[in-house]
């Protein structure tokens, strides 16, 4: 669907030129929802608009269902684009214009003739839940609305392809949850793939099935979302994956715990497949007691991901065998200072 063969874009305004996309490789299949994460400078939207041809490649292929985007010319791209929905943080609506307008306006430009028209806004309105407004005017619309009303537009000309970006970064928690379900509903009910680019890991644990890490231009993990969150291999991912789900206790904050606590800490990952239960309900055999320290559970893609810290108390080897004992379940750190 989406193909990236080593893709470079190298900008050359400054002084030094930047590697804002740096050698990436990637290929997003038909009816994903696929997320590209990271932090600013990344160089995620620079991904986006080489992806929609509104920047030109330096080096590499980028292909689009069949089209191959880098090195196109300006007919060719822009007949690309009807085939791409695109979504902005800001929404970006015309503020003249009504609801109805704003859907209306890409159809306009693409020759529809007004009957076809009239009705097609009104059906992509009713789909995003807001047939009732077609006569309101942007302003008079909650954030999560005129990015409804965004959506609208962006599915105006039937794309097969959605690029959100950052689609839900101006908008208050609950506001971005009902919208990632508007997106998933999108890609459920059309089949339409959707790339959402976010600095988030919440947005990606909501909705997405795979995942990329960018960091400095590059695309540093790539895979399945649970996979490389509940495994991350690399800095950037670790840290999105602590933005919600508490890490092992390092640094100063091992040295609290351990300075509160004068039993063993151990840090345990718990899994939907750590059968954790049952090697804590035999303890007490082992003459170990056990107090769950800290930690918190997240849901990716419906499974279990999470890590605890446990005190266990009791005599050195009854400890060491306990930790033996939940090593055979899951993984295990010692909680150090
Ligand atoms: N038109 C441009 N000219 C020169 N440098 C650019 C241009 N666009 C982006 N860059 C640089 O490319 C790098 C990547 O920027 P990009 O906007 O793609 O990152 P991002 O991950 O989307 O971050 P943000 O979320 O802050 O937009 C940055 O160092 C940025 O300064």
């Given at each position: ?5 080593h ?17 990436v490789?990637?290929r ?6 696929y997320?590209i ?17 509104l920047?030109?490649?330096t ?9 191959t ?5 300006e ?7 009807t085939?791409?929905?695109m ?18 306006f ?16 009104q ?10 407004r ?7 619309l ?5 990015q409804?009303v ?6 105006a000309?039937?794309?097969?392809l ?5 689609s839900t970064?101006?908008?208050d ?7 990632l ?6 890609n ?8 959402v680019?976010t600095?988030?890991m919440?947005?990606?644990?909501s909705?997405a ?5 960018m ?29 919600t789900?508490?890490?092992t206790p ?7 715990l351990?300075?509160r606590?004068k039993g063993y ?13 049952d090697v ?12 769950i ?12 991901y999470?890590?605890l ?10 400890v060491d ?17």
């Amino acid at each position: 669907m989406v193909v990236l063969d080593h893709v470079t874009k190298v900008f050359r305004t400054g002084k030094t030129p930047v590697r804002a996309v740096d050698d990436v490789s990637l290929r997003i299949g038909r009816g994903q929802i696929y997320a590209i994460i990271g932090y600013s400078g990344a160089g995620k939207s620079t991904l986006v608009r080489l992806i929609n041809g509104l920047e030109s490649t330096t080096s590499g292929t980028l292909t689009v269902e069949d089209t191959t985007i880098s090195g196109a010319k300006e007919p060719e791209l822009r007949k690309a684009r009807t085939n791409i929905g695109m979504i902005f943080q800001q929404f970006n609506l015309m503020n003249s214009k009504t609801v109805a307008g704003n859907v209306d306006f890409p159809l306009k430009v693409a020759g529809w003739p007004a009957a076809r028209r009239r009705k097609r806004v009104q059906e992509l309105l009713e789909f995003v839940g807001l047939g009732s407004r077609a006569k309101s005017y942007p302003e008079q619309l909650s954030g999560g609305q005129k990015q409804r009303v965004g959506i609208a537009r962006s599915l105006a000309n039937e794309p097969s392809l959605l690029l959100a970006d950052e689609s839900t970064s101006a908008l208050d928690p609950e506001t971005t949850e009902e919208v990632l379900g508007l997106l998933k509903k999108v890609n459920e009910e059309l089949g339409i793939t959707v790339v959402v680019i976010t600095h988030e890991m919440d947005v990606v644990a909501s909705i997405a099935d795979r995942v990329a890490v960018m960091e400095n231009g590059k695309v540093v993990e790539e895979g399945n979302v649970y996979d490389v969150f509940s495994n991350p291999q690399t800095a950037p991912a670790r840290r999105f994956v602590s933005t919600t789900v508490k890490p092992t206790p390092s640094g100063d904050r091992a040295s609290e715990l351990i300075e509160r606590h004068k039993g063993y800490l151990v840090s345990v990952e718990v899994t939907d497949h750590t059968d954790l239960g049952d090697v804590l309900s035999k303890l007490g055999d082992r003459k170990v007691r056990f107090n769950i320290v800290e930690g918190g559970l997240e849901t990716l893609q419906g499974r279990t991901y999470g890590k605890l810290t446990l005190e266990l108390l009791g005599e050195i080897s009854a400890v060491d065998a306990a930790v033996e004992q939940l090593k055979l379940v899951t993984n295990v750190q010692e909680v150090r200072a």
